[in-house]
């Protein structure tokens, strides 16, 4: 759907690109999904004609990504009503989150569940934590190492490599894992 806030370009290599404005966007910003879907999120000021432009540009690394993706075997997640349902597993979770940070001493605000498109988690200033309910469908290891990952992010707010050598102290390799989850798991 386009609406006056969206405009959808074509680009002869790569096809249809949803050039959309975001109120949450600094910088314009490309995603690429493995079905071939791209956006571009434009801060509020970025004319299309700029952004467009920014696109063209980048079309090479774009048309790398959508490469990358269709050379891939990982496993598609796939936003499912089903996910809403599941009491549960989100039972289970609650249990699993609140086990992980009391072994480790981490403290956090609230916790909620949803079905996200495009991340597995993420913590806010406040130390909200937001999980993906699709996580239900990857290896306990990886549900582990991405609850860990949010409940390291209420100590540190970003991806330093202080952040990654406490997350290591905790699960072993973290980028390891981290690698393995994009590898073998991507949300569609």
């Not at 990504?65 to 597993?89: G, R, V």
Request: glycine share 4%; charged share 25%.
């Amino acid at each position: 759907m386009v609406n006056s806030e969206s405009k959808i370009i074509e680009l002869p290599k790569v096809g249809e690109v949803l050039l959309e404005r975001s109120y949450r966007a600094k910088h314009v910003n490309i995603s690429v999904k493995p079905t071939k879907k791209v956006r571009v999120a434009e801060p509020v000021g970025v004319t299309f004609d700029r952004a467009h432009n920014f696109v063209k540009r980048k079309e090479h690394w774009i048309e790398k990504q959508i490469l990358k993706f269709s050379d891939s075997s990982a496993t598609p997640i796939f936003d499912t009503y089903a996910a809403e349902c599941f009491i549960q597993e989100e039972r289970y979770l609650v249990d699993r989150v609140e086990s992980l940070a009391k072994k480790h001493g981490f403290q956090y605000c609230k916790l909620k569940f949803r079905v996200m498109k495009t991340r597995w988690g993420s913590c806010s200033a406040k130390n909200n934590i937001n999980l993906n309910m699709l996580i239900m469908y990857l290896p306990k290891h990886l549900q582990d190492y991405i609850i860990l990952h949010e409940l390291v992010h209420t100590r540190i707010k970003n991806h330093s490599n202080h952040f990654w050598n406490v997350l290591d102290g905790i699960v072993g390799d973290a980028r390891g894992m981290n690698k393995e989850l994009k590898l073998n798991y991507t949300l569609v």
